[in-house]
Protein backbone atom coordinates (compact mmCIF):
# COMPACT_ATOMS: atom_id res chain seq x y z
CA UNK A 1 0.00 0.00 0.00
CA UNK A 2 1.70 3.67 -0.81
CA UNK A 3 2.65 5.85 1.98
CA UNK A 4 3.53 8.78 2.42
CA UNK A 5 7.03 9.00 1.75
CA UNK A 6 8.52 12.34 3.97
CA UNK A 7 8.43 15.94 3.24
CA UNK A 8 8.50 15.59 0.01
CA UNK A 9 5.12 14.75 -0.50
CA UNK A 10 5.28 11.67 -2.96
CA UNK A 11 4.78 8.24 -2.31
CA UNK A 12 6.43 5.14 -1.77
CA UNK A 13 5.71 1.93 -3.71
CA UNK A 14 7.50 -0.93 -2.21
CA UNK A 15 9.28 -3.49 -4.87
CA UNK A 16 6.57 -6.27 -4.42
CA UNK A 17 3.71 -3.80 -5.27
CA UNK A 18 5.58 -2.14 -8.53
CA UNK A 19 5.93 -6.12 -10.18
CA UNK A 20 1.94 -6.06 -9.34
CA UNK A 21 1.45 -2.63 -10.91
CA UNK A 22 3.46 -3.42 -13.92
CA UNK A 23 1.47 -6.69 -14.32
CA UNK A 24 -1.55 -4.87 -14.16
CA UNK A 25 -0.46 -2.53 -17.01
CA UNK A 26 0.68 -5.17 -19.21
CA UNK A 27 -2.45 -7.60 -18.53
CA UNK A 28 -4.78 -4.28 -19.24
CA UNK A 29 -2.68 -3.61 -22.72
CA UNK A 30 -2.98 -7.29 -23.76
CA UNK A 31 -6.51 -8.14 -22.41
CA UNK A 32 -8.58 -9.23 -25.12
CA UNK A 33 -11.65 -9.50 -23.50
CA UNK A 34 -12.09 -5.57 -23.12
CA UNK A 35 -10.56 -4.19 -26.09
CA UNK A 36 -9.22 -0.71 -24.90
CA UNK A 37 -9.61 3.35 -26.30
CA UNK A 38 -6.20 4.28 -27.91
CA UNK A 39 -6.40 6.75 -25.30
CA UNK A 40 -6.25 4.47 -22.46
CA UNK A 41 -3.64 2.54 -24.18
CA UNK A 42 -1.99 5.77 -24.41
CA UNK A 43 -2.30 6.28 -20.52
CA UNK A 44 -0.88 2.76 -19.52
CA UNK A 45 1.92 3.58 -21.66
CA UNK A 46 2.43 6.95 -19.81
CA UNK A 47 1.85 5.48 -16.64
CA UNK A 48 3.88 2.65 -17.55
CA UNK A 49 6.79 4.77 -18.58
CA UNK A 50 6.47 6.45 -15.22
CA UNK A 51 7.03 3.81 -13.04
CA UNK A 52 9.68 2.90 -15.08
CA UNK A 53 11.49 6.41 -15.03
CA UNK A 54 10.40 6.06 -10.87
CA UNK A 55 12.68 3.37 -10.86
CA UNK A 56 15.43 4.44 -12.22
CA UNK A 57 15.46 7.72 -10.35
CA UNK A 58 15.10 5.50 -6.90
CA UNK A 59 18.25 3.82 -7.97
CA UNK A 60 19.97 6.88 -8.41
CA UNK A 61 18.64 8.60 -5.17
CA UNK A 62 19.99 5.28 -3.36
CA UNK A 63 23.26 5.79 -4.94
CA UNK A 64 23.80 8.95 -4.09
CA UNK A 65 22.50 8.35 -0.49
CA UNK A 66 25.18 5.71 -0.16
CA UNK A 67 27.98 7.65 -1.51
CA UNK A 68 26.73 9.97 0.85
CA UNK A 69 27.26 7.96 3.53
CA UNK A 70 30.27 6.85 2.54
CA UNK A 71 31.66 9.98 2.62
CA UNK A 72 30.48 10.88 6.23
CA UNK A 73 31.68 7.51 7.44
CA UNK A 74 35.05 8.63 6.11
CA UNK A 75 34.85 11.80 7.55
CA UNK A 76 34.28 10.51 11.19
CA UNK A 77 34.04 11.55 14.08
CA UNK A 78 33.45 15.11 13.25
CA UNK A 79 30.62 13.97 11.11
CA UNK A 80 29.11 12.25 13.86
CA UNK A 81 25.11 13.51 13.84
CA UNK A 82 25.10 13.82 10.21
CA UNK A 83 26.41 10.02 9.75
CA UNK A 84 24.03 8.56 12.55
CA UNK A 85 21.36 10.61 11.06
CA UNK A 86 21.72 9.53 7.35
CA UNK A 87 22.42 5.94 8.59
CA UNK A 88 19.26 6.06 10.87
CA UNK A 89 17.18 7.01 7.76
CA UNK A 90 19.14 4.26 4.84
CA UNK A 91 18.09 1.36 7.79
CA UNK A 92 14.60 2.71 7.91
CA UNK A 93 14.62 2.66 4.42
CA UNK A 94 16.01 -1.37 3.74
CA UNK A 95 19.87 -0.43 4.03
CA UNK A 96 21.71 -3.71 4.87
CA UNK A 97 24.80 -2.30 6.50
CA UNK A 98 28.08 -3.29 5.55
CA UNK A 99 31.42 -4.12 7.59
CA UNK A 100 32.58 -0.39 7.59
CA UNK A 101 29.26 0.64 8.92
CA UNK A 102 29.39 -1.70 11.63
CA UNK A 103 33.37 -1.06 12.53
CA UNK A 104 32.40 2.70 12.49
CA UNK A 105 29.74 2.01 15.07
CA UNK A 106 31.59 -0.08 17.61
CA UNK A 107 34.56 2.73 17.56
CA UNK A 108 31.74 5.53 18.29
CA UNK A 109 29.74 2.84 20.37
CA UNK A 110 30.71 5.47 23.82
CA UNK A 111 28.02 7.69 22.40
CA UNK A 112 24.76 6.50 23.34
CA UNK A 113 23.01 7.47 20.20
CA UNK A 114 25.80 5.52 18.16
CA UNK A 115 25.46 2.29 20.65
CA UNK A 116 22.12 2.33 20.33
CA UNK A 117 22.31 2.32 16.28
CA UNK A 118 24.92 -0.45 16.35
CA UNK A 119 22.35 -2.88 17.94
CA UNK A 120 19.85 -2.14 15.39
CA UNK A 121 22.69 -2.03 13.04
CA UNK A 122 23.67 -5.39 14.19
CA UNK A 123 20.78 -6.93 14.04
CA UNK A 124 19.85 -6.03 10.67
CA UNK A 125 23.32 -7.23 9.20
CA UNK A 126 22.40 -10.57 11.33
CA UNK A 127 19.34 -11.15 9.38
CA UNK A 128 20.04 -10.14 5.79
CA UNK A 129 22.82 -12.85 6.72
CA UNK A 130 20.57 -15.67 7.69
CA UNK A 131 18.75 -15.00 5.29
CA UNK A 132 21.37 -15.11 2.56
CA UNK A 133 22.49 -18.75 4.33
CA UNK A 134 18.81 -20.03 3.90
CA UNK A 135 18.04 -18.88 0.71
CA UNK A 136 21.33 -19.85 -1.06
CA UNK A 137 21.91 -23.74 -1.10
CA UNK A 138 25.08 -25.13 0.06
CA UNK A 139 27.48 -26.64 -1.75
CA UNK A 140 27.24 -30.28 -2.14
CA UNK A 141 30.50 -32.40 -1.59
CA UNK A 142 30.60 -36.07 -2.62
CA UNK A 143 31.32 -38.35 0.62
CA UNK A 144 33.83 -40.96 -1.14
CA UNK A 145 35.11 -42.73 2.23
CA UNK A 146 31.64 -44.64 2.80
CA UNK A 147 31.67 -48.12 1.44
CA UNK A 148 30.06 -48.42 -2.15
CA UNK A 149 31.13 -45.23 -2.79
CA UNK A 150 32.60 -44.16 -6.25
CA UNK A 151 36.10 -43.24 -6.06
CA UNK A 152 37.57 -40.41 -8.53
CA UNK A 153 39.70 -41.94 -11.18
CA UNK A 154 43.52 -41.00 -9.72
CA UNK A 155 44.79 -37.47 -11.45
CA UNK A 156 47.53 -37.57 -13.18
CA UNK A 157 50.56 -35.66 -10.88
CA UNK A 158 50.98 -32.13 -12.86
CA UNK A 159 54.39 -32.47 -15.08
CA UNK A 160 57.12 -29.97 -13.02
CA UNK A 161 58.02 -27.30 -15.04
CA UNK A 162 61.42 -26.86 -16.28
CA UNK A 163 62.82 -23.46 -15.11
CA UNK A 164 64.30 -21.18 -18.03
CA UNK A 165 68.19 -21.76 -18.35
CA UNK A 166 69.48 -18.17 -18.14
CA UNK A 167 71.83 -17.47 -21.03
CA UNK A 168 75.16 -16.84 -19.44
CA UNK A 169 75.63 -18.60 -15.36
CA UNK A 170 74.70 -17.46 -12.28
CA UNK A 171 77.61 -15.17 -10.62
CA UNK A 172 79.02 -16.66 -7.77
CA UNK A 173 79.83 -14.76 -4.51
CA UNK A 174 83.52 -15.24 -5.47
CA UNK A 175 83.14 -13.58 -8.53
CA UNK A 176 80.73 -10.72 -7.41
CA UNK A 177 82.64 -9.24 -4.61
CA UNK A 178 86.06 -10.48 -4.84
CA UNK A 179 88.66 -11.30 -1.59
CA UNK A 180 90.06 -8.12 -0.07
CA UNK A 181 93.82 -8.49 -0.38
CA UNK A 182 96.16 -7.28 2.17
CA UNK A 183 98.21 -4.48 2.46
CA UNK A 184 101.75 -4.81 0.96
CA UNK A 185 104.43 -4.21 3.63
CA UNK A 186 106.16 -1.07 2.92
CA UNK A 187 109.65 -1.38 1.42
CA UNK A 188 112.59 -1.86 3.96
CA UNK A 189 114.89 0.04 1.62
CA UNK A 190 116.25 3.27 2.24
CA UNK A 191 115.75 3.36 6.10
CA UNK A 192 118.71 3.85 8.57
CA UNK A 193 118.60 1.09 11.31
CA UNK A 194 119.64 2.40 14.15
Do not use: I, W
Request: net charge positive; glycine share 6%.
Amino acid sequence: MPTPYGSRGGMAFSAAELHVLRRSLAHALQSSSAPLAAEEVQDCLRLAQSVDEAVREAGRLRAFVLDDLARYRGALPGSLPGYLALLREALAAGYEPVPDDLAALRALRANPAAAALLERARAVAERSVRRRLTTTPAPRTRLLTLAGGQAEPPRPAPAPKERPRPERPVPTPGEVFPPRRKPAAPPASGLAVV
